[in-house]
């Protein structure tokens, strides 16, 4: 049997967003399950809009994701396989040259629709004799190329979507080399994906089109045709597009609001499936039970109110020790295991973490809106040490002696000694402040 071999393959002209994640995390979970092996690409074959600035961020990201990957290419490094590729398909008549101008296409685009005729490239360039050509290249004309399609149909039984099937009749010859020499994507990626042995390429469905293209370019090539997953395209929680709102959705943001990578990771490979992530997902449990086929062809919403809410779920499962560094990090290396569990069940992103720190550690903001019952409650505080059972004790004592339960109760004490109406019980916090701050905050001293 072939050794299942996926690609994920980002052009670096741009941070990767969630959109980019999912497809990510998509090929990496379906390599594990097959035991295959995943290959990142950087489609950087647009010198112009290409960056090593995002190179290295797709690399970074992919990292923070969790994913690893087996191999590692990128396209700059492999022109000569596509002019390699591109002359093959010139001796074979299915690379042509063309000379017109991108106005002279747009007009011809403009009066077919005027006709009512679908805006398909007219093959004018074909027609072209050695003589009339030559006589364009006199006058300073360079040639693109076009891939001339076969008329017949093209049908493939996609992973995701089931059987396709497109009338090639209906599509332009594709560009394949730019003015300039230089390959295009619709190529480099067919090349790329023969030489290297994919197997199943999966990506988002707004390749459908291309994918009916490809397939005719690496039949011309001789190379085997890999199976192709389509996953529909995520939208906004409002149904909308994500195209416009990409930037607050790169990894980058979401990293800096707190997002912890195996919420997106969890809240990504079940959108769309019938079962939602819980947050206590491992990658490769998610990998052991991944089924491609269990996507769904609806276009999924990605909702950020829901990814907050399993990020928080998330952090409610980690162990000490998997945030330990993290929390060094933050500024509170001194926080230990008792902290966490304590403030754990609080927090939506882990940086809160260092917020409850310096609520018990530093200073609480906050006016004393009852002093008399502070002054009460301080003389009934009882001595060290402490330990979790002292906040009833104590409270049992001040309930007693004020006739206050409750709500009426508890709140006062609550925004006095951490200033904030909700928080981590405060039975735990209490042996955490311990008795001197606990004194001075009900005396309005603010330690
Ligand atoms: N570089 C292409 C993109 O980012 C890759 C598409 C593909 O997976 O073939 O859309």
Known sequence: MTMVKVRFAPSPTGFLH????????????????MGGVFLLRLDDTDVERSRAEYAAGIEEDIRWLGLDWDEFARQSDRMARYDGAAERLKSAGRLYPCYETAEELALKRKIQLGQGKPPVYDRAALKLDAGARAALEAAGRRPHWR???????VEWRDLARGVAHFESGHMSDPVLLREDGQPLYTLSSVVDDCEMGI?????????VANTAVQIQIFRALG?????????????????KPLSKRLESLSLRALRASGIEPMALCGYLAHLGAPVAATGNETLAALAATFEIGGFGRAQPRF???ELEHLNARVLHHLPFEAVRARLAELGIGQADAAFWKTVQ???GTLAEAADWWRILHGRVDGEIADPAFCAEAARLLPAEPWDENTFQAWTGAVKAATGRKG???????RLVLTGTEHGPELRLLLPMLGRRRVLARLAGENA
């Open 303 to 305: 909702d950020p109110a």
């Open 345 to 347: 069940p609080n927090l």
């Open 407 to 413: 709500r009426d109760l508890f709140m006062p004490l």
């Open 199 to 207: 197997t199943q390429v999966i990506r988002g469905e707004d390749h």
């Open 223 to 239: 190379c085997a045709v890999p199976e192709f997953a389509h996953l529909p395209l995520l939208v906004g929680a409002d149904g």
């Open 18 to 33: 969630v959109g980019n994640a999912r497809l990510a995390l998509a090929n990496w979970l379906f390599a594990r399950r």
């Open 147 to 153: 891939f001339l399609l076969l008329d017949e149909p």
